[in-house]
């Protein structure tokens, strides 16, 4: 890493695959950032993003992190800090979306597993960057959030368990830190999201092409990750006399959590 | 109005004075479009809103409107639609803040008063315009709410009540028409605003002087107009398959609704 | 009225038709209790219900009762004050449902009618009730909620603005009344009610019927009144250290308000 | 265990100190249930607490349970449908409060824990117990919920990241049982406890004492273990067209979560 990017400002993305994280990713590094980028697996995607990125005249790192193993995030974080530059920025857009699974089909290695990837990831970054960004009185943390970070329902006990955790440690976490300058930002995402890597690999691709022609494309049915990113990156540069906690995104023809679909009384 | 102006886009703001309105104002002006700014009263302030805006070279018209009063929103819709052009953005920010006021200290007509000014309002603004944005399959309905929207608290009856139902209205707004395009956003102001017109009237000059120096100016104790107008314009231009209905705002000093300030056990 | 009511606790329940303000009217009385009923119509049906509990053994008085009109609410409170006795609970149960209707099909005077209703009858009586209630240092105000009190949805602009506002109507005068010993509780009916008065008049005969076949009876999937009115009677009997402002109730096949019944991702 | 207590209902309590649990187990068990209750700790205790059920000719049996150990659960549900009788309703009372404590002073391990207390058991014992119950279509769920549950605040990081995990259980395993006939309810506990155990332990023998003089006795300002269990045994035998997923408890004297006790604009 040379002297210049020394002197960028850094985004950090924790889970950046090639829906939202990705998107970001871009937003931040055509903005002028240095991003570094991690993605639990895929090295050779990896490969490809940091490529583009460069490609594009933009800085950028490439990271394969398993947010789940001991001292990960703590390694990353303090070599980025170390030697590449101030996080300015960081994501947390780690999924623990595992599809909708009855009570018994959830076994206890999947609930933890929920658990390390929505909720403790979170605070082991929280506890390692927080400080730091406390000292020097300015940083932000955003905060990817879902449906189920606000509503448990049926087939969701890992996952709302989960995300309802994550929501509530940054409620904690901006008691704690904003008072000092740290921006904490927790966006809810309610809606289904263009995303190859997580949408798509869900449903397959074919499904996954039926949706997008059912609801994506032109109908806007879907979340746009590069839309998502447009709004990430604003709630990074609020000011700090006029900060947003929490925001919601879905797109103009879903439903909101909020709302049955039934008829009602 | 001549031609020039008929093609630019509209943004219509009500409740327009010296604080988030009058931002809103400038900063839609700035962007290039014709802003249309109402008032409830004061006619010099006003005029000398609509000449500093068009000595910034902006296009602008300001008007006197009282929200309470029979066919003034209706005809001002009406006004603007046929002869000045299609709205793309109307900000309802009308206040119904009246302090804080026991149950005793709060008369019938006080609270009625507030839901004119809180919910009615905009539920007419809402009956002339969303249908025309409808037809047209875009539009936005940024409104604002408070703290006093998510909670009641003492000496809050009228405005909680009132706000609470603005809310709610917001909610059942967007279910009918975000699928034909319409845009609804209610944005959560939770802090107070460093606002003349408004906390000032509330406080006193000497008063709000002194507030501004405890927790204002370089502390961003209080939420600063012009930069809530930037999250505004953010919201009015996300993209169909990204819309963002609930938002907070809040100094990164200020405490949450939803915390204490006391010991928690 | 004789000695013998005067001594008895006065339970007042305003909205008392066939549904739940009949069987809460019901329940107090058979535990002893005074009730004044007061429903808005129907001078037959009101006497065939004091005529029903008198047979009963139970002490009861039926009051005609229009909400929406001045000086009701107050000549009604201070009448059983002065007359009958001390007001232990009062019951606010009155609707402002009018089925699905979209904005167009919402009339100006339609909207207002329903803040009458929800709303401004609430506030009304708890500016005549809740000081005297203070000044002995103890009573309960129960009030109805609904589904809508927590999300607005398509069609429900009347009713969710009105049950919003009288929702946080409620906590504004807990946060005032309740160190003051008085108990307020907001309880959220979240489904259908088998109620003859209000759904059986909305659905027509034939289909409630059909309801009741298809959700009700056994397969208790409509709220039955006689068993909320037990909840409503539990709760205006909460010790002072241990009280519940807020509570909701459904069928237990119902889907929560805040549950999609399509599948989710 | 003879036939008679087979024949009985029984009432499983986990988290059964000298506080909330322990009162419902005197509830349960004077109202002829044989009741099950499980502390983590203290044998003598324990059996004191067994003895006394059973000089008040009760039918009882007192169990250690450390709920973050392999198993323990699993077993102690095994051995009670198996040898004493069918659980009719279950009570997961396990804390998981560790005072305030700063991100920094909050170390993984004891995050961790909090996990394991507060969300993960009651994972392992739905997941034992609510398909049992769902097999006899009936059976109750009592989880005890916090301020914390519904709100992160500053040194709340472990413990509003566990309880707001806890509660969305709730909703999910609701979505899936509830229909099945098993009655999930949820109770937020929002206030101080009069309970030696919990708090008194936290605060020492001599501020604990004080605080009872100041807040509590005839103050009603402490929330009152007996009085706590009524409401869980009424919650317990709500009729299954009428039940309540959600309730708040709190001293009349008491803030409620959504209030500041600041001056409010």
């Given at each position: 890493m040379n002297n210049q990017s020394r002197e960028k400002k850094v985004c950090l993305i924790i889970g950046a695959g090639a829906g939202i994280g990705g998107a970001i990713t871009k937003k931040f590094a055509s903005e002028g950032y240095h991003v570094c980028f991690a993605r639990r697996s895929d090295q050779h995607a990896l490969m490809n993003m940091e490529k583009y990125l460069k490609s594009c005249?933009?800085?950028?790192?490439?990271?394969?992190?398993?947010?789940?193993?001991?001292?990960?995030?703590?390694?990353?974080?303090?070599?980025?800090?170390?030697?590449?530059?101030?996080?300015?920025?960081?994501?947390?857009?780690?999924?623990?979306?595992?599809?909708n699974r009855s009570l018994e089909d959830t076994k206890?290695?999947?609930?933890?597993?929920?658990?390390?990837?929505?909720?403790?990831?979170?605070?082991?970054?929280?506890?390692?960057?927080?400080?730091?960004?406390?000292?020097?009185?300015?940083?932000?943390?955003?905060?990817?959030?879902?449906?189920?970070?606000?509503?448990g329902n049926s087939?969701?006990?890992?996952?709302?368990?989960?995300?309802?955790?994550?929501?509530?440690?940054?409620?904690?976490?901006?008691?704690?830190?904003?008072?000092?300058?740290?921006?904490?930002?927790?966006?809810?995402?309610?809606?289904?999201?263009?995303?190859?890597?997580?949408?798509?690999?869900m449903l397959g691709p074919a499904e996954f092409e039926l949706l997008r022609q059912n609801k994506g494309y032109e109908k806007n049915g879907l979340l746009l990750p590069s839309h998502i990113a447009e709004t990430y990156y604003h709630l990074a540069h609020q000011h700090p006399s006029t900060w947003t906690f929490e925001t919601d995104l879905r797109p103009h023809s879903a439903i909101p959590w909020w709302n049955h679909v039934t008829k009602e009384f």
């Open positions: 005249g933009y800085s950028a790192s490439g990271h394969i992190l398993d947010v789940t193993k001991e001292d990960t995030i703590e390694e990353l974080v303090g070599k980025i800090e170390q030697k590449i530059g101030s996080i300015h920025t960081a994501v947390y857009n780690v999924g623990a979306q595992i599809g206890l290695k999947t609930f933890e597993l929920g658990w390390k990837l929505g909720t403790f990831g979170l605070y082991r970054l929280a506890k390692n960057l927080l400080p730091i960004m406390a000292a020097r009185g300015t940083g932000n943390l955003l905060v990817t959030g879902a449906t189920a970070s606000v509503r087939g969701q006990h890992s996952h709302a368990a989960t995300m309802a955790s994550r929501r509530m440690l940054c409620q904690s976490l901006n008691a704690e830190f904003a008072l000092q300058g740290v921006h904490i930002c927790h966006i809810i995402i309610d809606g289904l999201v263009d995303a190859p890597d997580t949408l798509g690999k």
